[in-house]
């Protein structure tokens, strides 16, 4: 059921970012090593957050963070053309990605 579906409830919604959360804290505790925070939770969290809203399949967060950084990119004055070329190109995948996860349905 997607994430928007009227059957869930906010509160569901957060049940599941607290698992979520508790998942990745306690795969930090095993490594037993020191981490960095941005790459194991404050990036990862909203990805899963984003995918479910968005109705994508978890497997693609990857994909949506580096489309997320080609759209900084594109929008950061004096980049070399490039980055420019590359972060345009990185939107016209995500425009198709979505296309394509929206006739899916």
Not at 42 to 61: E, S
């Amino acid at each position: 059921m997607p994430f928007y579906h009227h059957q869930k409830t906010p509160a569901s919604n957060a049940l599941t970012e607290i698992a979520d959360v508790e998942d990745m804290l306690d795969a930090i505790e095993a490594a037993g090593t020191q981490t960095d925070l941005l790459q194991t939770l404050c990036k990862p969290l909203p990805l899963k957050t984003i995918c479910r809203l968005l109705g994508v399949p978890l497997a693609d967060a990857a994909k949506l963070s580096g489309w997320s950084d080609a759209l900084i990119a594109f929008q950061t004055p004096g980049l070399p053309v490039d980055v420019q070329v590359a972060a345009a190109q990185g939107l016209r995948e995500l425009e198709n990605y979505m296309r394509y996860v929206c006739s899916a349905r």
